[in-house]
């Protein structure tokens, strides 16, 4: 399992009966986690007037947060020379995945040790941190999100990190629909990126199955990839979908045509003051030999 363990604005505080405590600068959000089944306490009496938020969830879907002491609608944290704009959403989120950071890294990497110009395709791009990371190891980046939320709340990450100058491209998009036009344009990418959800909607209520739809979108990537590619990531929060399934549908697609390294795993985070860890998802990537 890869540890996202370099932050110094975000910290896992503690993991208990379905709840996580997180420290996002210097506010406290209680937020549940079905992956969290063991028992340490109830949180919210064990940090008793520490928290500042919670969130609730709704027996009959989605929830809502309760501020317990004063949260501004909008803050920042940062991550190396990045920054990232949080604030409290629907359906419990924040507007950023830590634990990312350990995909964030591999790409930093592989692009500042190519030496040479990257452009990179990011799908389903959500907020951006990936775009964010991309742009400032030295890469060029196409952005694209079928929100036009998401990809409003990427250009306030790109701004806010000081790289509104950076080469990006934002588009508002459903993802498959926006790959066929590249294949028909003859446009290539050196790296792609994907994180794509267990279902959802496209700009035009195109509909997006990951059983389904994941294998084809990954073999049409493929023809937009150069003749040298630098690295092919997909992460997934899908439940039940094992990181083997990613290694081998990348193993069956690209390696054929591109020789590299395929690897797949877990993230997670660890639990501050503990020996636990949070598992946060899984990842498939295929790299280049370098």
């Not at 604005?9 to 986690?33: C, H, M, Q, T, V």
């Not at 940090?47 to 709704?58: L, M």
């Not at 690295?231 to 390696?255: A, C, R, W």
Request: with cysteine.
């Amino acid at each position: 399992m890869l540890l996202a363990e370099k932050w110094q604005d975000y910290e896992l505080i503690d993991a208990s009966l379905g709840e996580k405590l997180e420290r996002w600068g210097n506010y406290f959000l209680l937020r549940p986690d079905p992956q969290v089944i063991w028992d340490r306490g109830n949180l919210l009496e064990k940090y008793h007037g520490k928290i500042d938020a919670v969130y609730h969830r709704s027996k009959k879907g989605g929830g809502s947060w309760e501020n317990l002491k004063k949260v501004p609608p909008r803050w920042t944290v940062h991550y190396q020379d990045m920054t990232f704009c949080i604030k409290q959403m629907g359906f419990k989120h924040t507007g950023l995945f830590p634990e990312q950071t350990v995909n964030w890294e591999f790409m930093m990497n592989k692009i500042k040790r190519s030496k040479r110009p990257i452009k990179v395709l990011n799908l389903f791009a959500y907020t951006g941190g990936a775009t964010v990371a991309c742009l400032s190891a030295g890469a060029s980046v196409t952005h694209v999100d079928s929100s036009r939320g998401m990809v409003d709340w990427c250009k306030e990450n790109v701004k806010a990190s000081g790289l509104e100058g950076a080469p990006v491209r934002y588009l508002v998009d459903d993802v498959k629909k926006f790959v066929a036009r590249e294949i028909r344009r003859g446009n290539h990418y050196d790296a792609i990126i994907m994180d794509p959800p267990s279902y959802g909607r496209g700009t035009n209520g195109e509909v997006w199955d990951i059983e389904k739809d994941l294998a084809l979108l990954v073999s049409m990537c493929s023809q937009i990839l150069v003749e040298k590619p630098l690295f092919f990531l997909i992460n997934s929060y899908t439940t039940g979908l094992s990181s083997y399934v990613l290694k081998n549908l990348l193993s069956e697609v690209l390696l054929p045509r591109f020789p590299g390294k395929v690897r797949c795993g877990e993230v997670g985070i660890p639990i501050a003051h503990s020996s636990l860890v949070l598992p946060c998802g899984i990842y498939g990537r295929w790299e280049d030999e370098t």
